[in-house]
């Protein structure tokens, strides 16, 4: 086998309703472009200094307490974080949620776009590219680079579906 995953094995785990193809998962998120903190712009005291601090989280969607996070970079439209991290236990068939943050010390820190990249996109030769975010306010096209590493169905798991309710392996984006 070349490693991959071939549509016939997939159709095989997801013919078995009750198991869940567990494997580790690498994720990288490397950077971003574009990004406008689209709340600060809105209110007239803080137009003029709409600085950002920017990170970014990733998730597993039905999953949110686990996460892979950068660190928040001072001042920077166009980061560049670099950063990669594992988790140890995905679910083959789950969507990974990407939010930007603008990290703010004098409150809650504020939304600058999330996008989902549904397993489909990355399950059999993996991801590398930009994804546009979303929720970022009118007219404003801001995008993050992440890259996933293709699903190694080596070191493969299952494990029975108990705890995950809902899973589709091929989520409509939003």
Known sequence: ???????EELAVFLAEPNQLIIVPLRVSIVGARGLVN??????EYTAGRTRIDPYCICEIQSRPGEKVATKALNSQKDPQ???????AEYAVGES????????????????IGRVKLPCAMFLEN????EL?????GKGIKSY??????KLDMKGAATRNKGKISSLSAFE???
């Open 81 to 87: 974080w670099k950063h990669s991290g594992e988790f």
């Open 132 to 136: 546009q975010l979303w929720e970022t």
């Open 38 to 43: 689209s709340t600060a712009a809105k209110n």
């Open 144 to 149: 993050v680079k992440v890259k996933v590493d």
């Open 172 to 174: 409509s984006i939003p």
């Open 96 to 111: 990974l949620l990407f939010s930007v943050w603008h990290r703010n010390l004098m409150s809650q820190d504020i939304l």
């Open 126 to 129: 993996g991801f590398n590219s």
């Open 1 to 7: 086998g070349s490693g991959k995953v071939s549509v």
